[in-house]
């Protein structure tokens, strides 16, 4: 089955794909769609609905958005929201991955509690009155320097609180069972296998 997929982000729509197992997820782009809404919301949930919302009002079909981000404790909880655009306000351009993460482990130096927790809230809507929504988490902290090849994002310098181990040093297989992506599309499908 198709879904849309309310994200213009290639690594989350392949990762969010191999969660769900057997639905196509459609970005906006693939059928020529400008789609860039204005995230106002305060917290995840509410970015997530609000991307839900926007690309369901111009495809009317089943929608899937997901909004997702790193909260630091030392950096008062954030970047949170703002986790996608980390840094770049004040570089006055894009940041690859790599600069975002090496940007947080300087904003970081000399900090021993490293706790932090990454989020992701995922909405679903089916039609204008069947919506749903799970948010997940996935405990852990700041490692001191990056490791590993594997994932996206800050996966090299987020270590899992479960089982210790940096993110990025997992196969794709074994970072679902801990992430907070996994263990939300986790529920998400079993709610899809029960109402589509």
């Known amino acids: 089955m198709r879904i849309w997929f ?14 769900l197992g057997g639905y196509d997820l ?24 609000i991307k839900a919302e926007a690309l369901w009002n111009i495809v009317h079909e089943p929608v899937l958005a997901d909004d997702s981000g790193l909260c630091v404790k030392a950096l008062g909880w954030g970047p949170g929201i703002y986790t996608a655009r980390y840094g770049e306000k004040e570089a006055g351009r894009k940041l690859s991955d790599k600069e975002k993460y090496m940007l947080l482990l300087k904003n970081l130096e000399g900090i021993e509690d490293r706790e932090a927790v990454f989020v992701t809230s995922l909405t679903l809507i089916l039609s204008p009155y069947r919506r749903y929504m799970i948010q997940e988490t996935c405990e852990g902290s700041i490692a001191l320097q990056p490791s590993g090849t594997t994932g996206f994002g800050y996966d090299p310098v987020f270590r899992i609180k479960e089982i210790g181990m940096i ?30």
């Open 26 to 49: 459609v970005l906006p782009k693939d059928e020529g769609i400008e789609f860039d809404p204005e995230e106002t919301g305060r917290d995840f949930a509410e970015n997530s609905l």
């Open 6 to 19: 309310a994200s213009g982000n290639d690594h989350k729509r392949k990762e969010m794909e191999r969660l």
């Open 167 to 196: 993110s990025a040093d997992l196969k794709e297989g074994e970072k679902d069972l801990y992430s907070h992506r996994g263990k939300a599309a986790r529920k998400m499908r079993i709610l899809l296998e029960k109402e589509v």
